[in-house]
């Protein structure tokens, strides 16, 4: 992977980083671009010590332009990594302010992002952005775009956003549709796929897991080793080389709970789980089974690096260090 060069990218803001992609997306840019370049924006979760000690941090609130504003102009950001948002389940509970951070918030990104003239702008989709009516096996990159939750709807209108601002402002705006994000350093954002994160805490911690959707629920997911790297290539491609910009079909692994609990089975033999299916089993049912990410792999040589076994093992391995087993 190649780093752009330092006059094209100075000062990055990322917003929602104290979220579950922000808060490893955020360590990642500091490294790459040194840390008093990439600011911390916080709302409502405060940085952990080491968002806190390891560089700049700032309250933005989206939903409030002159925030976000302030910001850009006190450190003078010309990048704008945009991960604040409403996830599935939690939009649901309540779609005013899913609505409200979701699409306010995003446009208030892309007016300041156009007013300053920035660089670059990543805004990442979902997919949460397909529905019923969308193939499930292998999802094609163009496809029909009609989801049923509010957090799925916020992000089919971002896409279009979005590409609007490329297309009529010129405002270099990139962005991915990801799947489910597995991680071991930071807990579950209120997702419909967060089952695939709670079962190796329960699994370690009580040998058991009693998980939220029907065994069969095949679903498209992604380690955060490779949602970090996926975000990072995208933003560091060739413009030239992308015919699509806001949207990009993207894949690395496709589970269901009966397979994933199989994979810890083999470390926790007597780990045991069952099923009491709620109301995200509807959000996981109208979403996709396996996706094509072909136009990823050609415009910009997208390839993740990790499958089911090996996500597990290493997932198994960091959280046992975390509880000292």
Known sequence: MIDLPDQDMKRILVTGATGQIGSELVPELRKRYSSENVVVGVHSRPPSDELRDSGPYERVDVVDKTTIDRVADDYDIDTIYHM???????????PWLAWDVNMNGTY??????????????????SIAAFGPETPQENTPQETVLKPRTMYGLTKVAG????????????????????????SYKTPPGGGTTDYAIEIFHEAL????????????????????????KSTLDLMNADLSKLKHHTDFNLAAISFSPKEIAAEIKKHIPEFEISYKPDSRQAIADSWPKTIDDSAARQEWEWKPSFDLVSMTEDMLKN???RYCL
């Not at 604040?84 to 309540?94: D, K, V």
Request: with cysteine; hydrophobic share 40%; charged share 25%.
């Open 84 to 94: 604040a948002a409403i996830l599935s389940a939690a939009g649901e509970s309540n």
């Open 108 to 125: 208030n990104v892309l007016e300041v992002a156009r007013e300053k003239e920035m660089v670059r702008v990543f805004c990442p989709s």
């Open 159 to 182: 896409e279009l956003l979005c590409n609007y601002y490329f297309e009529k402002f010129g405002l270099d705006v990139r962005g991915v549709r990801y799947p489910g994000i597995i």
């Open 205 to 228: 911690k009580h040998k058991k897991y009693v998980c939220f959707l029907r065994e069969d629920s095949t679903l498209p997911m992604m380690y955060m080793p490779d949602c970090i």
């Open 319 to 321: 959280l046992k260090v």
